[in-house]
T-cell receptor, first 116, second 114 residues
Framework: AQSVTQLGSHVSVSEGALVLLRCNYS??????LFWYVQYPNQGLQLLLK??????LVKGINGFEAEFKKSETSFHLTKPSAHMSDAAEYFC??????????????FGTGTRLTIIP | DGGITQSPKYLFRKEGQNVTLSCEQN?????MYWYRQDPGQGLRLIYY???????QKGDIAEGYSVSREKKESFPLTVTSAQKNPTAFYLC?????????????FGQGTRLTVV
């Protein structure tokens, strides 16, 4: 079964600084990788997804992620943090190992705090 | 607007009671999911359904039950057998893998045992 690991349950960056949130997937190349964002007491919203069409994926709100097969990584970045980026971020992978079925497996999340 | 509606937003349950969380979608998705979210543990899959009248246990199905009698509805019952039900519950539906496998989420139901 596919799995993802998010390094760092809490990340703090200064406003205007680079945001880097780390995600590593299990060794087999997944068909899809996702980053979702969650604001307090709300559901999850898709930031971006990797579908093998391009290794550098651009998403909403200025975020992007790069798929690196050699490192089994899909890290999320944003060049300049904004106060509104404070939220929890989840990396997810689609799992097609269940015959005929597909499900998403999520990482444990990274809470991003922006320092004014 | 198409989307997923979860109700209620907040729910309080007495110990020993069963409660049912509602999830309705008008996105015409075949696949639907229930996740439980606890601080520091991310999202854990409770049950999922790929088609009407069929569903599979996820990683933490004990103490929960579901039904899928209609494509648009996937209610979750938290039974008295669930020893620690206080959590944030999220319902989702997804497009087929051939179309990108993206999941769409409801706004969640926060269940508290009192």
């Amino acid at each position: 079964a596919q799995s993802v690991t998010q390094l760092g349950s809490h990340v703090s960056v200064s406003e205007g600084a680079l945001v880097l949130l780390r995600c590593n997937y299990s060794s087999s190349v997944p068909p899809y990788l996702f980053w979702y964002v969650q604001y307090p007491n709300q559901g999850l919203q898709l930031l971006l997804k990797y579908t093998s069409a391009a290794t550098l994926v651009k998403g909403i709100n200025g975020f992007e992620a790069e798929f690196k097969k050699s490192e089994t990584s899909f890290h999320l970045t944003k060049p300049s943090a904004h106060m509104s980026d404070a939220a929890e971020y989840f990396c997810a992978v689609s799992d097609l190992t269940y015959f005929g079925n597909e499900k998403l497996t999520f990482g444990t999340g990274t809470r991003l705090t922006i320092i004014p | 607007d198409g989307g997923i509606t979860q109700s209620p937003k907040y729910l309080f349950r007495k110990e020993g009671q069963n409660v049912t969380l509602s999830c309705e979608q008008n996105l015409n998705h075949d696949a639907m999911y229930w996740y439980r979210q606890d601080p520091g543990q991310g999202l854990r899959l409770i049950y999922y359904s790929q088609i009407v009248n069929d569903f599979q246990k996820g990683d933490i199905a004990e103490g929960y039950s579901v039904s899928r009698e209609k494509k648009e509805s996937f209610p979750l019952t938290v039974t008295s057998a669930q020893k620690n039900p206080t959590a944030f519950y999220l319902c989702a539906s997804s497009i087929p893998p051939s179309e990108g496998a993206e999941a769409f989420f409801g706004q969640g139901t926060r269940l508290t045992v009192v």
